[in-house]
């Protein structure tokens, strides 16, 4: 066994048991450290595979900004965990479909007729040249030949924005609100009050 080989096996057994424990531990916030591992193992599998583009941005956006948030809004609020057992059985036949149907594509996509040889070979001849990077050949694909659908996406990706926005910053009820514009036309008689009384005897 090659150098090489056994570092994949070893970083593919640390995220096979990170993922493991993501769905099985009952701590939320321990999930999404095992997450973190997940995710930090899968970069270095791409690292491997000489993605160094996929890897840089697995960590930096999963693991420095996707999973930081949600750790701090999982720490933040309080998960009633006793609830969210009640409803286990119910949703446990829907839950058990999904994982087949999971097993059986990944099943089909690393088939040994996918992963035969001589596909491998035909991909391989559309690699970029050696003297360029990943992240090149990535960015170069990226806005010459499908610059049009990158840009849908990010016009889709916009109006998600203000989408969510809109929705966050809807006028609720139950919420108080301050009018900058009343705050300022405030005046000191508006909000003060002089009360004379009389001086009480001495006993």
Not at 50 to 72: N, T, W
Request: glycine share 4%.
């Amino acid at each position: 066994m090659t150098f090489e080989s056994a570092v994949f096996y070893f970083f593919s057994a640390i995220l096979l048991g990170s993922a493991a424990m993501v769905v099985t531990i009952r701590n939320s916030v321990k999930s999404a450290l095992f997450l973190v591992l997940a995710f930090v193992s899968a970069a270095c599998l791409w690292i491997l595979l000489k993605a160094e583009f996929l890897a840089i941005v697995l960590v930096l956006v999963y693991v420095g900004a996707v999973m930081v948030l949600f750790l701090f809004v999982v720490m933040m609020i309080d998960v009633n965990l006793a609830v969210l057992r009640q409803g286990f059985g119910e949703y446990l036949p829907i839950g058990g479909l999904v994982a087949v149907l999971m097993v059986v594509e990944i099943a089909l996509a690393v088939s040994p007729r996918q992963l035969a040889p001589t596909r491998i070979a035909a991909a391989a001849v559309h690699a970029p040249a050696v003297h360029v990077s990943n992240t090149r050949a990535l960015g170069m694909l990226l806005y010459t030949t499908y610059v049009y659908p990158f840009e849908i996406a990010a016009a889709i990706l916009l109006v998600a924005i203000v989408a969510a926005i809109a929705l966050t910053m809807r006028r609720r009820p139950d919420t108080k609100y301050q009018d900058p514009a009343r705050q300022v036309e405030v005046r000191a008689r508006d909000r003060m009050r002089l009360v004379k009384m009389p001086a009480e005897p001495k006993a």
